[in-house]
């Protein structure tokens, strides 16, 4: 069970384009959704919180409207990284929290991970 | 000053060997301790996880807190070359809402040689 599916795995696209990240909790309802950012030998950075039905809330340093994400009903949440740029390129990661989860619910359950490639 | 810190290695030991990971954080509101494991180019997953001080094990793995001095450790007994993965630190304010987050270490890379 908790099982995160993230779609693609991997993106190459040219500098400017808009490119959309998905992210499912296939077999159960997550009550919060984060996307985290992974540069090489570094460790995870989170961009924003989201909630089923509500805007997102973004770290600082985050633009909201570089990195837009819905998150549409509690088991898809997507980010879309617009107009893209070469310094976009990076490892994105999206995770999902439960009240079912071990940890007091405290535990996220982690998707596969997007390679995107600016060219 | 970093909210947790940890060693970023490389760790390199031969197969067989105890393995010591450890973390070390400044905010004393954090009560919940976890320890990620991630394979190249995958996703984190849960190994372990403690609540307020004291000890843990799991088969091969052990988890310790010491909330006095504000130090984690993952120890790993027995380790295997299939352990050779990045284990991150992290932990969180239980008492933060529905917004609270992990806060995250930056990971230990651990090569176990057969």
């Known amino acids: 069970g908790a099982v995160v599916s993230q779609h693609p795995s991997r993106v190459i696209c040219k500098s400017g384009t808009s490119v959309k990240i998905e992210c499912r909790s296939l077999d159960f309802q997550a009550t919060t959704m984060f996307w985290y950012r992974q540069f090489p030998k570094q460790s995870l950075m989170l961009m924003a919180t989201s909630n089923e039905g509500s805007k997102a809330t973004y770290e600082q340093g985050v633009e909201k409207d570089k990195f837009l994400i819905n998150h549409a009903s509690l088991t898809l949440s997507t980010l879309t990284v617009t107009s893209a740029h070469p310094e976009d390129s990076s490892f994105y990661i999206c995770?999902?929290?439960?009240?079912?989860?071990?940890?007091?619910?405290?535990?996220?359950?982690f998707g596969p991970g997007t390679r995107l490639t600016v060219l | 000053q970093k909210e947790v810190e940890q060693d970023p290695g490389p760790l390199s030991v031969p197969e067989g060997a105890i393995v010591s990971l450890n973390c070390t954080y400044s905010n004393s509101a954090f009560q919940y301790f976890m320890w990620y494991r991630q394979y190249s180019r995958k996703g984190p997953e849960l190994l372990m996880y403690?609540?307020s001080s004291g000890n843990k094990e799991d088969g091969r793995f052990t988890a310790q807190v010491d909330k006095s001095s504000k130090y984690i450790s993952l120890f790993i007994r027995d380790s295997q070359p299939s352990d050779s993965a990045t284990y991150l630190c992290a932990m969180t304010d239980v008492n933060a809402g529905n917004n609270r987050k992990l806060i995250w270490g930056l990971g230990t890379s651990l090569a176990v040689n057969p």
């Open positions: 995770s999902a929290r439960t009240r079912l989860s071990r940890a007091l619910g405290n535990e996220q359950f």
């Open positions: 403690t609540y």
